[in-house]
């Protein structure tokens, strides 16, 4: 069954800190993976997206990582400011352009 | 250009009514998605187009819910009859090329069923 799993579920940090969220999945066939930013209330918007040859992408203060070996990509954040609060969501597109979505990660950028 | 625009931004309405969301995708855009959330289930693609054709609508919950494309500027997606577990929020999505590209998510229509 393909499924994605993102971890931490929450959490806080201090403004200026990195963090480091992750994904782990099982989708077989791999096409890509997505990591969304999705700020309450609104829809989400897309960081970055890699291929099965990419292994780093970078926006910004925002820098994805993905081994397709291990199945696992991160999301590292640097310098994190207030508006980084956000939830952060692990997309993988499988064969057949199906999309598996993993439940986000609520990051919360306190003073 | 304005992004996805979505209508309306809140929907309340009754158990056993129909409920129409509206949609209108980047200009240039070919492909168009509908996704639905809720806290217990997270993003769920419900069905996608690509140049006004149904691709994918493997997502559809049931037959309550259909969704159209009549031209490349507008979508909808309707339910009829609603019950309140479609109770969520709606977004719809379009991107230049389709699934594997960069998406560019609607504000969201935000639905209660009562």
């Known amino acids: 069954k393909n499924q994605v799993e993102q971890s931490p579920q929450s959490l806080i940090i201090l403004e200026g800190k990195n963090c480091t969220l992750q994904?782990?999945?099982?989708?077989?066939?791999?096409?890509?993976l997505r990591w969304y930013k999705q700020d309450t209330g609104r829809g989400p918007v897309s960081l970055t997206i890699?291929?099965?040859?990419?292994n780093t992408k970078s926006n910004g203060r925002y820098t994805a990582t993905l081994d397709a070996d291990t199945k696992q990509s991160s999301l590292h954040i640097t310098a994190s400011q207030l508006s980084d609060s956000a939830s952060y969501i692990c997309?993988?597109?499988?064969?057949?352009?199906?999309?598996?979505f993993g439940t986000g990660t609520q990051l919360k950028v306190e003073l | 250009d304005a992004g996805v625009i979505q209508s309306p931004r809140h929907e309340v309405t009754e158990m056993g009514q129909e409920v129409t969301l509206r949609c209108k995708p980047i200009?240039?855009?070919?492909?168009l998605f509908w996704y639905r959330q809720t806290m217990m289930r997270g993003l769920e693609l419900l069905i996608y187009f690509n140049n006004n054709v149904p691709i994918d609508d493997s997502g559809m919950p049931e037959d309550r819910f259909s969704a159209k494309m009549p031209n490349a500027s507008f979508s909808t997606l309707k339910i009829q009859p609603s019950e309140p577990r479609d109770s969520a929020v709606y977004f719809c999505?379009?991107?230049?090329?389709?699934?594997?590209?960069?998406?560019?998510f609607g504000p969201g229509t935000r639905l209660t069923v009562l």
């Open positions: 890699m291929t099965f040859s990419e």
């Open positions: 997309v993988v597109t499988g064969g057949g352009n199906k999309l598996t």
């Open positions: 994904c782990n999945y099982t989708v077989s066939p791999f096409s890509n």
């Open positions: 200009s240039g855009h070919n492909s």
């Open positions: 999505a379009s991107t230049y090329q389709g699934p594997r590209e960069r998406q560019y």
